[in-house]
């Protein structure tokens, strides 16, 4: 299956892109596409914890299960006032 992953913030630092395609195993969650993430960038690892996600901008869990052609967002917390 296909996914978009979207990054905002220091994920998009990181990374060096706002979007990036990826090819996930049927079945696969939210955490899935996460730690493929953060094993091809492993300073993404250290944000596990604390980032929301989303999925066809709708917030979900980490074992939400990904759909081919879904678009999974990954949003770092955010401070400021």
């Given amino acids: 299956m296909r996914v978009t ?3 905002f913030a220091r994920l998009r630092d990181i ?6 395609p990826r090819e996930i ?13 953060a094993a091809e960038f492993p300073e993404l690892a250290r944000y596990e914890r604390s980032i929301s996600s989303a999925v066809n ?8 299960v990904i759909g081919d052609g879904d678009e999974v967002a990954f949003l770092p917390p955010v401070s400021g006032g």
């Fill in 5 to 7: 992953v979207r990054l």
């Fill in 57 to 64: 901008a709708d917030y979900a869990r980490m074992d939400h």
């Fill in 15 to 20: 990374t060096g892109a706002t979007e990036l």
């Fill in 25 to 37: 195993a049927a079945g696969a969650t939210i955490r899935d596409v996460w730690r493929q993430l």
